[in-house]
């Protein structure tokens, strides 16, 4: 018997139809709800051939565990990508593309806040070594509120070599680190970006570091000498977003 999961929000079940509406077994739709978004999904669904119900909202809040927004789709799990997978995208991607590294990130809650960042900012995927890196688990999918089923997370068998081959596109890699001289608010990642991430306390690794284009820092004002890997990877993204309006 197949595991099911929930993907609820207007944003992510819009993006589930979009990317993977196969994975959708049954979108639940809120009683007497009838906005011009909610007429837009279940139109979708519908030329998809996506099976709809609609259920009272009681229903609704007793499945999901954050705000469902009216909508819940029923789904079979994500799987984890690889390094083929990441080949197929970048060869499919017709716009700039903008990657997220996470080197060494182990716990499931950063990872699940990563990937909702990653998602909101417009990432096209987010790349992790297959050892050393949380699992697309459970804790994972609720932190992330439905971006963990609709972003791509690819596990590589060896990261520096899938840098190499990211630099070879054209792609400029940005890694992040206190010691680096440049503010990442004074640096340009308007074109085509790979941001790394390290994890917290060790930061990258020392071969990651190396394979890098240029090194970024967020000025940091306080006490303390570093952020939560997912607060700064925040930060770092929405620079991006915002030197490419």
Avoid at 138 to 145: E, H, L, M
Avoid at 194 to 211: C, D, I, P
Avoid at 225 to 242: D, K, M
Wanted: proline fraction near 3%.
């Amino acid at each position: 018997m197949s595991e099911t999961h929930w993907v609820y929000g207007i944003h992510a079940v819009d993006a589930l139809l979009q990317r993977q509406p196969n994975r959708i077994e049954e979108l639940w739709l809120q009683q007497g709800r009838n906005d011009q978004r909610m007429q837009d999904i279940q139109q979708h669904a519908k030329q998809l051939g996506v099976r709809c119900r609609t259920v009272a909202r009681e229903e609704l809040d007793e499945q999901a565990e954050g705000n469902h927004q009216g909508v819940m789709a029923k789904t079979k799990p994500a799987q984890t990508l690889r390094d083929r997978d990441l080949k197929e995208l970048l060869d499919a991607t017709e716009h700039q593309p903008l990657l997220l590294i996470l080197d060494g990130v182990t716990d499931p809650h950063n990872l699940g806040a990563c990937l909702r960042t990653a998602d909101a900012a417009g990432v096209d995927a987010v790349i992790a070594p297959k050892d050393n890196s949380a699992p697309l688990n459970g804790t994972v999918r609720k932190v992330a509120c439905g971006a963990a089923e609709v972003i791509p997370y690819i596990q590589v068998t060896n990261l520096a070599r899938t840098m190499k081959d990211i630099q070879e596109r054209g792609i400029w890699i940005t890694g992040t680190a206190g010691e680096a001289e440049q503010s990442v608010y004074d640096a340009d990642l308007k074109g085509a970006v790979a941001l790394v991430m390290g994890a917290e306390g060790k930061g990258m690794r020392r071969l990651t570091r190396e394979n890098c284009d240029f090194l970024v820092k967020l000025p940091m004002a306080g006490s303390v000498s570093s952020l939560n890997v997912s607060v700064a990877t925040g930060v770092c993204l929405f620079e991006i977003v915002r030197q490419r309006m």
